[in-house]
């Protein structure tokens, strides 16, 4: 509870009937948000030391026609509640294979890898997703490589063997991994040897202030140290200025994503990105 004095109590009840109402109200737009076509896809670049476009991460966004945007930060937490994170979580995937699609025909770039995709761990847990993924590449019939599985640390320390089973079966097909938010969560090096991985996503709180963080240094280091004897790569998310990118790329860390390249951009601009082969 943040708020404080006289007033504290009344600030935080209200705060909470806000939050309340809020809750059920994206609960309840929710349900009708894929009908609607109310959901849209933005893709924010991944960039080399060079500033080359490597590959874009697909960010959902939700126009509500009731409550206008809504932040992914407060509407995908319930759809995990309230069982929809799988149906919004294969349009997410569909829409990408689509979009993917579509730029494989116009023609990639050399260095570009592909487009990342979040993956809730409850759209991970259900026993239908390795298929779903294999109909959706079969469907769509884009190089299985271009897709790029953001996952969690936390899943990764549940239930290792149906975990790993299931990723390699995607593996074969040619689909890679990333750990998203990589050094928030609890996974050690033991973990991450049972899992087919390609790499890890260094998350924003360690980029921040990096420049002036010693800890944070040292953190980037051994992430960076670990992955090289691994085999992975390491991407650097929320890079927002030149020191930041300067102090990882001297850290041994070339794979950026943040404001300092690009916000999140739409598909009609992330395409012109990839005609124009645009650097950052
Ligand atoms: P995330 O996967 O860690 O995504 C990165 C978030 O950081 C995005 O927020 C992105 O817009 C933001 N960001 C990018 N560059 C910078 C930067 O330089 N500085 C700062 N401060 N932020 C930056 P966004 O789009 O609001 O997404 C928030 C979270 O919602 C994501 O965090 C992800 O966990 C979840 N999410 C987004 N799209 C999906 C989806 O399709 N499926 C699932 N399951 N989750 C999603
Ligand atoms: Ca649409
Ligand atoms: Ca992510
Ligand atoms: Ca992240």
């Not at 009731?66 to 799988?86: H, K, S, T």
């Not at 590449?137 to 790029?148: K, M």
């Not at 709180?205 to 010693?214: A, E, H, I």
């Not at 240094?217 to 790569?233: E, P, W």
Request: proline content about 3%.
């Amino acid at each position: 509870v943040k708020a404080t004095g006289r007033n504290g109590f009344h600030f935080y009840r209200q705060e909470m009937q806000q939050q309340v109402t809020d809750r059920a109200a994206i609960e309840k737009a929710l349900h009708s948000a894929i009908a609607n076509d109310e959901f849209y896809l933005v893709y924010q670049p991944q960039v080399n030391k060079h500033g080359q476009l490597i590959g874009f991460e697909a960010l959902l966004r939700w126009q509500s026609d009731e409550l206008g945007l809504v932040a992914p930060n407060r509407f995908i937490a319930i759809a995990e509640e309230v069982g929809l994170i799988d149906e919004i979580g294969c349009w997410v995937l569909e829409d990408v294979c689509q979009q993917l699609k579509v730029w494989q025909e116009i023609g990639l770039p050399a260095l570009f890898e592909g487009v990342a995709v979040n993956i809730s761990p409850y759209q991970f847990a259900k026993d239908s997703f390795v298929d779903t993924v294999k109909a959706v590449i079969d469907s769509t019939q884009i190089d299985s490589s271009l897709l790029d599985l953001e996952i969690t640390e936390s899943m990764l320390v549940e239930n290792i063997p149906s975990v790993a089973e299931k990723m390699w079966r995607l593996k074969e097909q040619g689909v890679r991994f990333s750990i998203d938010d990589f050094g928030t969560g609890y996974s050690s090096l033991r973990y991450l040897q049972h899992f087919p991985l390609n790499q890890l996503k260094v998350d924003q709180s360690f980029v921040r202030d990096l420049s002036n963080d010693l800890n944070s240094q040292v953190i980037v280091n051994t992430i960076v140290s670990m992955a090289d004897h691994m085999n992975l790569s390491v991407l650097a998310e929320g890079v927002e200025n030149a020191p930041e990118k300067d102090v990882l790329e001297s850290i041994g860390c070339v794979r950026y994503q943040g404001y300092y390249f690009s916000e999140p951009v739409k598909s009609e601009v992330a395409t012109r990105y990839l005609c124009d082969k645009v650097t950052f």
